[in-house]
């Protein structure tokens, strides 16, 4: 197994280029086609839409954008040596991603970041919930490449963590160390349901691997995965992320977004 299509959005913003780096690692690292995807929706203030000189200024102002981001992805992309594709539409990031996912094998994104709304860039929550598709979210500050070389994975015996160990497996087939970590509050060790299964699945693909049992110290879970990832030098976590829809916007729960806001580390997220 393997990842053939690695999917990224790309803005004219400069902030772009970490998430854009280490999209291209990872398509160079699986020998994958790399999919840029530049997507932009009309932001009205909420008076003055009906103002057509305005409208056409805000669609001008897209098109700008749409243009610049293909400019830039071309750019770093050129004479990578690897094979591309790229998309343009205006149109809001979240529903165009969502699309365009079902092209693609994993997607990389960013963490979000202060001044830009969901016009300019889409949610992790939308990618993670609303695609089908594993997400590869980046660190906040890059300082180095991913090596995936010691992996963890935040286990419960759910759903979405199983189709996360599924989605990870051309990782996990590549690591060192894999260490399958199931954070149990005292005397509940029944939380650890399937651990010594999913150990013993990931041995027949060959993985070196070992199962954990991590009594809960810190207040949040997210603390402790992040505790254990630093033990083992992991600097990447797997984790199956836990949503719903509220009033028609995605939002993601406890461990998940307490990883997204918090960790260092980059996190592949499967729902």
């Known amino acids: 197994m393997s990842y053939k299509s690695v999917l990224v959005h790309v803005s004219p913003d400069p902030s772009c280029g970490p998430c854009l780096t280490t999209a291209e690692q990872l398509a160079r690292r699986f020998q994958a086609t790399l999919i840029g995807v530049a997507a932009e929706a ?57 699309l365009h996912a079902r092209g693609a094998d994993i997607i990389v994104a960013s963490r979000p970041k202060e001044g830009f709304g969901a016009s300019l860039l889409p949610r992790v929550a939308s990618l993670v919930l609303d695609t089908a598709v594993p997400v590869l979210v980046t660190p906040s500050h890059i300082h180095h490449e991913l090596s995936a070389q010691r992996i963890v994975i935040g286990w ?30 005292e005397g509940r060790s029944d939380e650890a349901t399937g651990l010594d299964e999913i150990v013993a699945r990931l041995e027949r693909h060959g993985i070196a691997v070992e199962g954990r049992l991590v009594p809960r110290k ?8 992040e505790e254990i990832a630093h033990d083992h030098a992991a600097d990447l976590l797997v984790i ?15 461990v998940t977004e307490d990883l997204i806001d918090r960790s260092s580390r980059y996190i592949l997220f499967s729902h």
């Open 42 to 98: 009309l932001d009205p203030p909420a008076t003055g839409f009906e103002d057509g000189l305005l409208f056409q200024t805000l669609r001008e102002q897209v098109e700008s954008d749409l243009k610049a981001a293909e400019a830039c992805f071309q750019e770093r992309t050129s004479e990578s040596g690897l094979s591309t594709q790229w998309i343009a539409v205006p149109g809001a990031p979240d529903r165009v991603m969502a």
């Open 156 to 185: 419960k015996d759910t759903r979405e963590t199983r189709r996360a160990v599924s989605d990870a497996l051309p990782f996990l087939e590549k690591a060192k160390q894999v260490v399958v970590a199931a954070v149990c509050k």
């Open 218 to 225: 810190a207040k949040r879970v997210a603390d402790d995965l």
């Open 240 to 254: 199956g992320a836990y949503g719903h829809s509220r009033l028609r916007e995605w939002a993601l729960g406890g």
